[in-house]
């Protein structure tokens, strides 16, 4: 079974302050198992549904070599591992950071299987650019979550 997972908080748990915009703004370390037969790299996505003006993207990575089972916390990629730019307008990771007194929000990190070992997709492309790769490509996705509120 294809499972992502982090010691960093737990499964729906809220996410500590050093992951978001209220500290150190990095990512929590990543690891998984179980990738589906025919695995070739990965990719990951970060984002919040519950975003006001509709889903929000934290980070978007792929191109991962399929011997790669983790990611460091603060991770950035190697020269060979894409990053797209997220909607704060950034290469890398950015972190929760929902408005103030807007409630808690959802915090999913979905690592998907891909079947190639590139995608295809330039360096900075947005999100859309990268699922309609991945509509192509995926084999299988696991999935993690995160719960964050600003008061």
Not at 39 to 64: K, R, Y
Not at 124 to 146: N, P
Request: aromatic letters at 12%; proline letters at 8%.
């Amino acid at each position: 079974m294809f499972k992502l997972a982090t010691n960093a908080f737990p499964d729906g748990a809220v996410i500590p302050a050093v992951y978001t915009c209220e500290g150190d703004n990095i990512s929590p370390a990543l690891e998984w198992v179980g990738e589906p037969s025919g695995t070739e790299s990965f990719a990951l996505i970060v984002d919040d549904p519950d975003a006001p003006a509709g889903t929000w993207n934290h980070w978007l990575l792929w191109d991962i070599p399929k011997g790669t089972h983790s990611l460091a916390e603060g991770y950035q990629p190697a020269s060979w591992i894409h990053s797209g730019k997220n909607d704060f307008g950034e290469l890398g990771y950015g972190g929760p950071c929902p408005p103030r007194h807007g409630g808690m929000h959802r915090y999913f990190f979905r690592l998907y299987a891909i079947d190639t070992p590139m995608l295809g997709v330039r360096r900075g492309a947005h999100r859309k650019e990268l699922d309609r790769a991945l509509s192509r490509h995926r084999i299988g996705v696991a999935e993690y979550m995160g719960r964050f509120e600003r008061k």
